[in-house]
Protein backbone atom coordinates (compact mmCIF):
# COMPACT_ATOMS: atom_id res chain seq x y z
CA UNK A 1 0.00 0.00 0.00
CA UNK A 2 3.07 2.59 0.46
CA UNK A 3 3.82 2.23 -3.05
CA UNK A 4 0.32 3.59 -3.80
CA UNK A 5 0.28 6.43 -1.26
CA UNK A 6 3.37 7.47 -2.31
CA UNK A 7 2.09 8.16 -5.52
CA UNK A 8 2.38 5.33 -7.60
CA UNK A 9 -0.18 5.00 -10.49
CA UNK A 10 -2.70 2.22 -9.85
CA UNK A 11 -6.59 0.82 -11.10
CA UNK A 12 -9.22 -0.37 -9.69
CA UNK A 13 -10.91 -3.35 -10.51
CA UNK A 14 -14.59 -1.89 -11.76
CA UNK A 15 -13.41 1.11 -13.09
CA UNK A 16 -12.52 0.24 -16.87
CA UNK A 17 -8.91 0.52 -16.38
CA UNK A 18 -8.81 4.15 -15.67
CA UNK A 19 -6.23 5.30 -13.65
CA UNK A 20 -5.79 6.66 -10.34
CA UNK A 21 -2.70 8.17 -8.25
CA UNK A 22 -2.68 9.60 -4.86
CA UNK A 23 -0.61 13.42 -4.24
CA UNK A 24 0.72 14.81 -1.05
CA UNK A 25 -0.91 18.51 -0.57
CA UNK A 26 2.12 20.89 0.19
CA UNK A 27 0.52 21.68 3.20
CA UNK A 28 1.04 21.29 6.67
CA UNK A 29 -1.14 21.17 9.59
CA UNK A 30 1.34 22.18 12.67
CA UNK A 31 4.51 19.94 11.45
CA UNK A 32 1.96 17.04 10.51
CA UNK A 33 1.72 16.00 6.65
CA UNK A 34 -1.89 14.37 6.51
CA UNK A 35 -3.89 16.34 3.29
CA UNK A 36 -3.82 14.15 0.11
CA UNK A 37 -5.49 14.02 -3.31
CA UNK A 38 -7.35 11.12 -5.24
CA UNK A 39 -6.48 12.38 -8.72
CA UNK A 40 -7.66 10.44 -11.87
CA UNK A 41 -5.26 10.64 -14.79
CA UNK A 42 -7.03 11.62 -17.97
CA UNK A 43 -5.16 10.54 -21.18
CA UNK A 44 -6.49 13.39 -23.09
CA UNK A 45 -6.11 15.63 -20.27
CA UNK A 46 -2.85 17.41 -19.61
CA UNK A 47 -3.27 17.34 -15.67
CA UNK A 48 -4.97 14.69 -13.75
CA UNK A 49 -7.95 15.45 -12.18
CA UNK A 50 -8.81 15.74 -8.64
CA UNK A 51 -11.66 13.46 -7.52
CA UNK A 52 -11.44 13.20 -3.58
CA UNK A 53 -9.51 14.69 -0.98
CA UNK A 54 -8.08 12.41 1.92
CA UNK A 55 -6.87 12.33 5.22
CA UNK A 56 -3.28 9.76 5.73
CA UNK A 57 -1.94 10.08 9.27
CA UNK A 58 0.07 7.21 10.65
CA UNK A 59 -0.52 6.82 14.50
CA UNK A 60 3.00 6.48 15.35
CA UNK A 61 3.76 9.74 12.67
CA UNK A 62 6.34 12.30 13.80
CA UNK A 63 6.36 16.03 13.15
CA UNK A 64 7.62 16.22 10.13
CA UNK A 65 7.49 12.95 8.78
CA UNK A 66 5.21 11.47 5.92
CA UNK A 67 2.59 8.73 7.01
CA UNK A 68 4.17 6.23 4.81
CA UNK A 69 7.50 6.60 6.88
CA UNK A 70 8.13 3.90 9.68
CA UNK A 71 6.36 0.75 10.17
CA UNK A 72 3.10 1.01 11.32
CA UNK A 73 0.27 0.74 8.22
CA UNK A 74 -1.24 4.61 8.10
CA UNK A 75 -4.88 5.10 8.44
CA UNK A 76 -7.06 6.57 5.34
CA UNK A 77 -10.18 8.64 5.46
CA UNK A 78 -12.43 10.72 2.67
CA UNK A 79 -11.71 13.76 4.06
CA UNK A 80 -15.33 15.45 3.56
CA UNK A 81 -18.73 14.83 2.41
CA UNK A 82 -17.83 16.22 -1.24
CA UNK A 83 -15.19 14.03 -1.69
CA UNK A 84 -17.27 11.03 -1.35
CA UNK A 85 -20.45 12.32 -3.48
CA UNK A 86 -17.71 13.15 -6.10
CA UNK A 87 -16.99 8.96 -5.71
CA UNK A 88 -20.28 8.48 -5.41
CA UNK A 89 -21.26 10.24 -9.01
CA UNK A 90 -17.73 8.70 -10.98
CA UNK A 91 -16.88 5.16 -9.69
CA UNK A 92 -19.05 2.65 -9.92
CA UNK A 93 -20.07 0.32 -6.62
CA UNK A 94 -18.03 -2.33 -7.52
CA UNK A 95 -14.97 0.49 -7.88
CA UNK A 96 -15.72 2.35 -4.63
CA UNK A 97 -15.87 -0.95 -2.96
CA UNK A 98 -12.36 -1.66 -4.25
CA UNK A 99 -10.89 1.40 -3.17
CA UNK A 100 -12.25 0.88 -0.16
CA UNK A 101 -10.63 -2.31 0.06
CA UNK A 102 -7.48 -1.08 -1.48
CA UNK A 103 -6.21 1.98 1.01
CA UNK A 104 -7.81 0.28 3.71
CA UNK A 105 -10.37 3.30 3.94
CA UNK A 106 -11.24 4.07 7.65
CA UNK A 107 -14.78 5.34 8.27
CA UNK A 108 -14.02 5.83 12.62
CA UNK A 109 -11.22 6.96 14.93
CA UNK A 110 -10.39 3.73 16.36
CA UNK A 111 -6.57 3.41 17.76
CA UNK A 112 -5.66 7.13 16.05
CA UNK A 113 -8.22 8.81 18.42
CA UNK A 114 -5.73 9.93 21.06
CA UNK A 115 -2.93 10.05 19.15
CA UNK A 116 -1.35 13.78 18.24
CA UNK A 117 -1.33 13.34 14.65
CA UNK A 118 -4.82 12.73 14.51
CA UNK A 119 -5.83 15.85 17.32
CA UNK A 120 -4.00 18.30 16.20
CA UNK A 121 -3.65 17.53 12.11
CA UNK A 122 -6.33 15.59 11.10
CA UNK A 123 -9.34 16.61 13.42
CA UNK A 124 -7.82 20.76 12.77
CA UNK A 125 -11.31 22.10 11.52
CA UNK A 126 -13.37 20.09 13.64
CA UNK A 127 -13.92 18.37 16.75
CA UNK A 128 -14.48 14.57 17.23
CA UNK A 129 -18.33 14.08 17.35
CA UNK A 130 -18.13 16.84 13.87
CA UNK A 131 -15.88 14.28 12.41
CA UNK A 132 -17.75 10.97 13.78
CA UNK A 133 -20.83 12.80 12.54
CA UNK A 134 -19.27 13.16 8.57
CA UNK A 135 -17.63 9.42 8.57
CA UNK A 136 -21.12 7.82 8.85
CA UNK A 137 -22.39 10.08 6.13
CA UNK A 138 -18.85 9.57 3.99
CA UNK A 139 -19.39 5.64 4.56
CA UNK A 140 -23.16 5.30 3.47
CA UNK A 141 -22.29 7.59 0.04
CA UNK A 142 -20.10 5.16 -0.48
CA UNK A 143 -21.19 2.10 0.28
CA UNK A 144 -24.76 2.77 -1.74
CA UNK A 145 -25.24 -0.02 -3.99
CA UNK A 146 -26.59 1.68 -6.89
CA UNK A 147 -24.47 3.04 -10.11
CA UNK A 148 -24.96 6.69 -10.35
CA UNK A 149 -22.19 7.00 -12.64
CA UNK A 150 -23.80 4.76 -15.09
CA UNK A 151 -26.90 6.44 -14.61
CA UNK A 152 -25.42 9.53 -15.47
CA UNK A 153 -23.57 8.76 -18.50
CA UNK A 154 -26.63 6.98 -19.62
CA UNK A 155 -28.27 10.52 -19.60
CA UNK A 156 -25.87 12.66 -20.49
CA UNK A 157 -27.11 14.31 -22.64
CA UNK A 158 -30.09 15.11 -21.22
CA UNK A 159 -28.14 16.27 -18.15
CA UNK A 160 -26.48 18.85 -20.59
CA UNK A 161 -29.58 20.49 -21.63
CA UNK A 162 -30.93 20.07 -18.36
CA UNK A 163 -27.75 22.35 -16.74
CA UNK A 164 -26.87 24.68 -19.57
CA UNK A 165 -29.94 25.17 -20.83
CA UNK A 166 -30.02 23.01 -24.00
CA UNK A 167 -28.37 26.03 -25.97
CA UNK A 168 -25.47 23.36 -27.47
CA UNK A 169 -26.96 20.80 -27.25
CA UNK A 170 -29.71 18.40 -28.66
CA UNK A 171 -33.09 18.97 -26.93
CA UNK A 172 -33.29 15.82 -24.76
CA UNK A 173 -36.07 13.02 -25.69
CA UNK A 174 -39.50 14.34 -25.10
CA UNK A 175 -42.02 11.70 -24.18
Known amino acids: MNEILNGNVFELAGADSRKFRITKLNYNDFGFHTRYNLE ?32 CVPSVWIDDISSAEELLLILSPEARRNLQSLLDIKFDANRMEETPVFRVSVLRDRNINKFQEDQLRIKHLIQIQEDISSMILSHKTHIKWVL ?9 NVY
Do not use: C, F, H
Request: net charge negative; charged share 25%; aromatic share 8%.
Open 164 to 172: YGGADYDKP
Open 40 to 71: EIIPKEPYPVRIASLRIANPNQEIGKLPTSGD
